[in-house]
């Protein structure tokens, strides 16, 4: 399943900025969306899941109330809008498109999730 995901750059602390995720391949309105990243040495965090019918599920305490997930089901486009932001959310982030509707209660990448390459955010202090 090809996943894209753009938007990431360069932003001061306080900024905004909003990835979007393009998935192709799969019927979109019928499965979940997970954002993840990572940072070179560390393991990968779960950010947030989308579900089908459009609710969300947080897996990382440190963006509450910062970042939000959305999607777009004609654009086949999952969102991750950030505020707020700090220095320590610089990663790669990435999209996962899962194969089941409802979000996980704890996060992971399973056998057919498929993700892109990432779009690298940087967050300078």
């Known amino acids: 399943v090809p996943v894209v995901e753009s938007g990431g750059g360069l932003v001061q602390a306080g900024g905004s900025l909003r990835l979007s995720c393009t998935i192709s391949?799969?019927?979109?309105?019928?499965?979940?969306s997970t954002w993840f990243r990572q940072v070179p040495g560390k393991e990968r965090e779960g950010v947030l899941c989308?579900?089908?019918?459009?609710?969300?599920?947080s897996y990382a305490h440190s963006v509450k109330g910062r970042f939000t997930i959305s999607k777009d089901n004609a654009k086949n486009t999952v969102y991750l809008q950030m505020n707020s932001l700090k220095p320590e959310d610089t990663a790669m982030y990435y999209c996962?498109?899962?194969?089941?509707?409802?979000?996980?209660?704890?996060?992971?990448?399973?056998?057919?999730?498929?993700w892109g390459q990432g779009t690298q955010v940087t967050v300078s202090s």
């Open positions: 989308i579900n089908a019918i459009g609710g969300s599920l």
């Open positions: 391949g799969l019927t979109f309105g019928d499965f979940a």
């Open positions: 996962v498109a899962h194969r089941y509707a409802l979000c996980p209660s704890t996060w992971s990448l399973g056998e057919y999730d498929s």
